[in-house]
């Protein structure tokens, strides 16, 4: 059986201050906000927190106009 992983995005006003939060309160490992996204990856399950104002462009259809990712050549599952 393959094990599953379930991705989870939210937008945050502050991703830094999630960041913080979730790596000083709760032990979590990140790499700190990049492009405006906190990643945390634990078993079987991705955590990412989106600045707000960014969070609309990754809802955009992928390849339509307007939208911003994936990137050209990136996989899709």
């Known amino acids: 059986m393959k094990p599953l992983t ?5 937008p945050v006003v502050d991703p830094p201050t999630k960041a913080n939060f979730y790596a000083n309160d709760l032990g ?8 405006g996204i906190v990643a945390f990856e634990l078993p079987h399950l991705s955590i990412f927190f ?3 104002d960014e ?3 990754y809802l955009e259809l992928p390849g339509q106009p307007g939208s911003k ?3 050209p050549g990136a ?3």
């Open 69 to 71: 990712y994936p990137v």
């Open 50 to 52: 989106i600045a707000a």
């Open 55 to 57: 969070y609309g462009q």
């Open 75 to 77: 996989s899709i599952v």
């Open 6 to 10: 379930t991705i989870l995005s939210l």
């Open 28 to 35: 979590l490992e990140t790499d700190g906000v990049k492009n």
